[in-house]
């Protein structure tokens, strides 16, 4: 199956991560008529919201390579800050000042632009025609839920060494023994992936033991401090990811959902936010965020310190029946880069 094309490594700025949709905004960050500069797969754009039209180009002028991002809006149009050409909100060029009023204006002057929409409170960007759809949370609408948003973190690791840490289920009871692992949690028992029907996605469920330490009733001795815990991921690629949990102990729901940004060959920012039933008040909310950096904290310790900002994805790591779900991983994002559309 391997050629010489297939892509052997996943990194922050493979080149097929072009074909597909990346959060790289709060929406609420993105204010009509300032231009924002992000930057997505190692490469700067310039994002704009004028008279609610959203843009995302390039954050590169044609003329002579100015930053957009750092010019403003004028009218309708967002103005480079060196000679302070203006485009239009298709990209177009609509005014050469030095050049004056009503003259004709240069030829091949368009800004190259991203593909940009909103969902889930933030701004996505596709650089080139995207193979897949933005992930389908189906928690989303659920009134019973409360949205618990982590601040945007940015972290020295690759988007793909996250998300395979975030699928892997075989590190609780060593990274988050401080947390919620639990040592009577360590053998992993038989477990299937079922692809989803685009093929660019997977659910696991998994039962398991965690330590509650959430549980108010654990210190009465109302509910022992091992319960049972149901999982269910959802991949989508390239790299988001829901992990719902189900304590039947306490009733709780907790659907546990990250974005990734992959910025550039060491950075990645996470967007994270958890949908509860369990956190009825503001002190409770903060409670939970708090508690789920905590967890982060233990995972990023280990990521942060892997070898290289890559995921192998042909040889160079071990996989063992255990790995099921990130072996899967790997094989959708070996697809991607090799810009295969799935059977
Ligand atoms: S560099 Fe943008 S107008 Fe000259
Ligand atoms: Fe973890």
Do not use: G, I
């Given at each position: 199956m391997s050629t010489e094309n297939t892509p052997t490594a996943l990194t922050n700025t493979s080149p097929g991560l072009h074909s597909a949709w990346h959060p790289v905004l709060r929406s609420a960050d993105l204010l009509h008529n300032a231009p924002q500069r992000v930057v997505l797969l190692g490469e700067p754009y310039v994002l704009t919201r004028i008279n609610n039209t959203l843009t995302a180009f390039v954050d590169k002028c044609p003329h002579r390579n100015a930053r957009l991002s750092d010019g403003c809006v004028v009218g309708e149009h967002l103005q480079c800050p060196y000679h302070g050409w203006e485009f239009t909100t298709q990209g177009d060029v609509a005014h050469v000042p030095a050049l004056g009023k009503g003259a004709t204006l240069p030829p091949h002057t368009a800004l190259s632009s991203a593909r940009v929409v909103e969902k889930y409170n933030l701004v996505w960007l596709a650089p080139e025609e995207p193979v897949t759809n933005i992930i389908n949370i189906s928690e989303w609408n659920d009134a019973s839920l409360r949205h618990v948003w982590l601040e945007p973190i940015t972290i020295k690791a690759a988007a793909a060494q996250f998300i395979d840490n975030f699928l892997d289920f075989g590190h609780f009871p060593f990274v988050h023994a401080g947390t919620f692992g639990s040592g009577e949690d360590a053998n992993i028992h038989e477990y299937s992936v079922e692809k989803d029907e685009s093929g660019w996605g997977f659910v696991v469920n998994y039962e398991h033991t965690i330590e509650n330490n959430e549980d108010p009733l654990v210190a009465t001795g109302e509910h022992p401090l091992v319960q049972p815990r149901i999982m269910r991921y959802e991949f989508t690629a390239p790299f988001s990811c829901n992990l719902r949990l189900e304590l039947p102990t306490t009733g709780m729901v907790n659907a546990i959902v990250t974005f990734c940004q992959p910025i550039d060959n060491n950075t990645t920012c996470l967007y994270s936010v958890m949908l509860r039933n369990?956190?009825?008040?503001d002190a409770l909310a903060q409670a939970a965020a708090a508690y789920e950096m905590d967890i982060l904290a233990e995972d990023l310790k280990v990521i942060e310190g892997l070898y290289d900002k890559i995921v192998p994805l042909e040889r160079g790591q071990i996989h063992t029946r255990a790995d099921r779900n990130t072996v899967e991983f790997r094989r959708i994002m070996q697809r991607l880069l090799s810009a295969n559309i799935p059977s």
């Open positions: 369990d956190c009825p008040t």
